[in-house]
């Protein structure tokens, strides 16, 4: 469950290349996606959502490509996209909205209710599965997206900094998730949060200003800090400096 970006370019406006011949590989596993603001995290994960389309290069699945016909419409339902910023569909309670999301990936009316509920209840939420999702907070909206991207049990599940907003019970929930989703999922994460790398993922991709830095094992990630003496979330921060700033 390979996913590939193969020389991809993108660009917002004419001449502002997010990518240019971009190529990089997610992992079967946890892959976490590090990088500062505006390293083009988000873009590379909608790319990977079909959500925005490559102008140059191409994007595979298992080998498939995932961007037009047949292909798309397989892999969208074999994939769960969660955006950084969730939205509450206008009417619906909180169950109502993730057993759409699980409906409109295939499921029956009947399945998507049914798991929507468990869904709900990974994240905490099953409680005020009645609730109009609209009269949540920020951070249980993203609770809220976490259950959308697990409900119809996807293959390949991309994240965009799921953890914000979260605290850390929570946090400790959704990095249980994670490891429970990767047994049969490739997963991956953008996130700025690197204290419990070592126990929520296997590997690292490091992306700053449209291309990447880093991609390997957490333990080769760790290693760039040479600091073997030094707090899991000490090493992994002078990782990312050391990676950053001489890029």
């Not at 290349?17 to 079967?28: G, I």
């Not at 929520?200 to 760039?224: H, I, K, M, T, W």
């Amino acid at each position: 469950m390979l996913l590939v970006f193969d020389e991809i370019s993108y660009s917002y406006r004419a001449g502002r290349d997010v990518f240019r011949n971009l190529t990089c590989a997610f992992q079967p596993g946890r892959t976490v996606l590090l990088g500062p603001n505006g390293a083009g995290k988000s873009t590379l994960l909608a790319v990977g959502a079909t959500v925005l389309a490559p102008r140059t290069g191409r994007v595979t699945f298992d080998g498939r490509p995932i961007q037009q016909g047949s292909g798309r419409r397989q892999y969208r339902r074999e994939m769960a996209w969660m955006p950084q910023h969730v939205r509450p569909m206008a009417g619906l309670t909180i169950r109502e909205q993730v057993a759409y999301v699980g409906w409109l990936k295939g499921m029956s009316k009947a399945e998507s209710w049914r798991e929507a509920k468990n869904a709900l209840s990974q994240v905490g939420l099953d409680h005020r599965e009645n609730e109009l999702a609209r009269a949540l907070s920020g951070g249980q909206l993203r609770r809220v997206g976490i259950a959308q991207a697990v409900v119809h049990r996807a293959r390949i599940v991309l994240m965009d900094e799921p953890t914000a907003g979260l605290d850390p019970a929570q946090r400790q929930v959704f990095t249980q998730l994670v490891s429970d989703l990767a047994e049969s999922a490739t997963v991956v994460v953008s996130t700025h949060q690197t204290e419990d790398l070592l126990e929520s993922f296997d590997n690292v991709v490091v992306l700053d200003r449209g291309e990447v830095r880093f991609s390997g094992s957490v333990a080769d990630y760790l290693a760039l800090a040479d600091s073997p003496d030094a707090p899991v979330g000490r090493q992994a921060a002078l990782a990312y400096t050391h990676l950053v700033s001489e890029s």
